[in-house]
């Protein structure tokens, strides 16, 4: 089990979900939360010929290179001479890129009266969550966000199934008319997002 009292501050800190071709990263966000999905045929770059004859000369000056500890250059020598035929340098099948980014936005509803002496609450920013925790039971592929907030009990629920190939968000109240969010789907490049209805 994996255990956090705080949403994450960086990318490292976000819980991996995956069944091998799907994937999610949610950061616990209390007002705003990101939501990283993968998709595993997302490259950028096409598809090349690796079987480069040439490559093959130039490991044993790698080789060497290693034993002597010169990693950098090994890797550098490795970088020049381990690419596509001459012709193909431009069809690198390249790196990972994401599916999207899922980001949601939440407006809870606000305290009006509070005990005496306390302020009272009047925006958004004024919000603050108690018993906040996140985690990830390895054992059950379950990830969750749960939080205390004005009085309402919220949780978040994520998972993705490895027999139906689907991502499972799953997001509850304590109360009634308590559950009030937006949800935007982005992509940094080479994308669009159309709305039909509700869909």
Not at 41 to 62: F, R, V
Not at 85 to 103: F, P, S
Not at 129 to 154: E, I, K
């Amino acid at each position: 089990m994996l255990y956090y009292t705080a949403p994450a501050s960086i990318w490292e800190e976000t819980l991996p979900l995956g069944n091998g071709r799907l994937g999610m990263m949610p950061d616990g966000g209390v007002r705003r939360e990101r939501i990283v999905l993968n998709e595993i045929s997302l490259w950028n770059g096409s598809e090349a010929d690796y079987g480069n004859p040439d490559a093959a000369k130039s490991l044993p000056a790698i080789r060497r290179l290693l034993f002597e500890g010169k990693n950098r250059e090994a890797q550098e020598l490795m970088y020049s001479s381990f690419v596509p035929k001459k012709g193909e340098a431009d069809k690198r099948y390249g790196t990972y890129q994401i599916l999207a980014n899922l980001d949601l936005e939440f407006d809870y509803p606000l305290l009006n009266a509070k005990a005496e002496g306390e302020a009272a609450v009047t925006s958004q920013s004024d919000v603050r969550p108690v018993d906040y925790r996140r985690g990830l039971n390895l054992r059950d592929a379950l990830a969750y966000t749960a939080f205390t907030l004005n009085d309402v009990a919220y949780r978040r629920e994520y998972f993705i199934s490895r027999d139906k190939d689907v991502m499972l968000i799953h997001l509850t109240a304590g109360r009634k008319e308590a559950l009030s969010f937006s949800a935007r789907l982005s992509r940094p490049e080479r994308a669009a997002v159309t709305i039909e209805g509700n869909t």
